[in-house]
């Protein structure tokens, strides 16, 4: 499986761009590891975990959980989320028969009384914390599909995170390369600072978040891991070239 998030982000890349290109690596790196924990002992997993006892399967249905929270937390489950569901389902369960049947679980989901409290502890006991937010990633994505991010679904990613024990600033981080579209001050929500920052302080930012997501700090991570840090170190590329370009920054 190795180079798989790099496959699927050359393929977001063409279809959508920048955007496209994360969501892409997101979805091959979350794949890459159900993947890999469907086919490796669990003692290869200690790092990660005392006692693993959570299977490929349930790992599967614990992150259908979370999309159908995500997708009705508002109380109305659009098509433009059920469109943007589809790809990734197929992707995590290998082949569109199975995607099928997981997506009629799914809609079980939607129509029935579910918690994220019921999945989050085991998610965050055995899946690494590099996958836990690539997973918020695509449940960022799910939650734009339809343009924005409503209120409700935006306390539910919260809490989402805050159960995966995601930290706040990474999270806030993360979001904000998801609304270019929404949010005039998003490349300065990227880097950790306000639009009343100084040219040093945004240069200080730029450095601090380029060091933090250089993906030579994943080096002995794997590749996809390694290749998703590459993309995320772009994206903070992305946001300061759009600060450096507004405000004439050399």
């Not at 991010?149 to 919260?158: G, H, K, N, V």
Request: with cysteine.
């Amino acid at each position: 499986m190795e180079g798989l998030a790099f496959l699927f982000g050359f393929i977001g890349m063409c279809i959508g761009g920048f955007p496209g290109a994360l969501i892409g690596l997101v979805i091959g790196t979350i794949v890459s590891f159900v993947f890999s924990y469907n086919k490796t002992s669990p003692n290869d997993y200690q790092q990660y975990s005392d006692s693993i006892t959570i299977s490929a399967e349930e790992l599967k249905y614990s992150i259908l959980v979370l999309l159908s929270c995500v997708m009705k937390a508002d109380g109305v489950v659009k098509k433009s989320e059920v469109n943007a569901v589809k790809p990734f389902l197929i992707e995590l369960f290998g082949s569109e028969h199975e995607a099928l049947n997981a997506l009629q679980t799914l809609k079980n989901l939607l129509e029935s009384s579910v918690s994220i409290e019921s999945v989050t502890p085991q998610l965050r006991r055995h899946v690494p914390y590099e996958v836990r937010l690539e997973l918020v990633h695509v449940l960022i994505n799910i939650a734009i599909a339809d343009g924005a991010i409503t209120d409700p679904e935006e306390r539910m990613l919260y809490q989402i995170a805050s159960y995966l024990a995601i930290s706040e600033n990474d999270y806030i981080s993360l979001k904000a390369l998801y609304q270019q579209n929404q949010d005039p001050n998003w490349a300065y929500t990227a880097l950790g600072i306000g639009p009343d920052a100084t040219d040093e302080e945004v240069k200080k930012a730029y450095r601090n978040m380029a060091m933090k997501y250089h993906p030579d700090k994943v080096a002995s991570a794997g590749e996809e891991i390694k290749q998703q840090a590459t993309e995320k170190f772009r994206a903070i590329n992305e946001a300061y070239e759009h600060i450096k370009a507004i405000r004439g920054i050399i």
